[in-house]
């Protein structure tokens, strides 16, 4: 199990902050785990009292509606932190957290932070600064849904996979998605999203390799996103 001083992802977060002898103290504290794929990491309705720590892996945040829908929030890769909400809340989770791949995580619990929130501002107002850019998105997403054609959700979804986990040397979007959790993150049927997905294709704005997705006309995508 690798030192929270010596680990690198760290640096990707608001972990970052921290001292050395915070870092040292929160090792010894902390428990690491492999979180194999379509597994838990945490479910709503469940007191999470800490923070995970990603590690290596990508994580599903999503939220099931009262008709049965499932709705993907968020997708957590390597470096992120998770649970932040719980630091600050005694409130139960409100979503799910389902690995997408292998996940390998470490859990720090809630009293540990708190410690560090009280006496670091610097590491206390990066988490207030990362839980304030999840509620823009939040607001995104709800103003999205409400506004956005499923099209443009669609163009806009891909442009922002491409740019959150980049591309293989094939130009391929590096993360490996089912067209039902395509459809999952903008809202709509599978059926539905595997039309659109086809209807890009056939206008030569992306192509398929297998299941996954390479962009091959971005500018096309771009104004697809913004409805024209």
């Not at 290596?56 to 499932?70: A, L």
């Not at 206008?203 to 996103?225: A, M, P, R, T």
């Amino acid at each position: 199990m690798s030192k929270c001083e010596q680990c690198i992802v760290r640096q990707f977060n608001s972990l970052k902050h921290l001292n050395k002898e915070e870092l040292m103290r929160m090792s010894n504290c902390k428990t690491s785990k492999i979180i194999k794929k379509g597994e838990s990491l945490f479910e709503e309705g469940e007191h999470i009292n800490g923070v995970f720590c990603i590690k290596d892996g990508i994580c599903k945040v999503s939220k099931m509606s009262e008709n049965g829908k499932n709705q993907i929030i968020n997708l957590v890769k390597r470096g992120d932190l998770i649970g932040e909400r719980s630091l600050i809340s005694d409130e139960v989770s409100n979503l799910n957290a389902i690995a997408l791949n292998d996940l390998e995580v470490c859990f720090i619990p809630k009293k540990e932070i708190i410690r560090d929130l009280e006496k670091n501002p610097d590491f206390t107002f990066d988490v207030l600064k990362t839980m304030a850019g999840s509620l823009k998105k939040a607001d995104n997403l709800i103003v999205d849904m409400a506004q956005k054609t499923v099209k443009q959700r669609l163009a806009e979804t891909l442009l922002k996979l491409q740019e959150k986990f980049g591309t293989t040397k094939e130009g391929i979007i590096n993360i490996h998605l089912s067209r039902e959790e395509i459809a999952n993150i903008i809202g709509t049927a599978t059926e539905s999203a595997i039309r659109l997905l086809s209807n890009l294709k056939k206008k030569d704005i992306i192509v398929f390799k297998g299941k996954d997705i390479k962009i091959i006309n971005y500018k096309e995508l771009e104004k697809i996103s913004h409805g024209f």
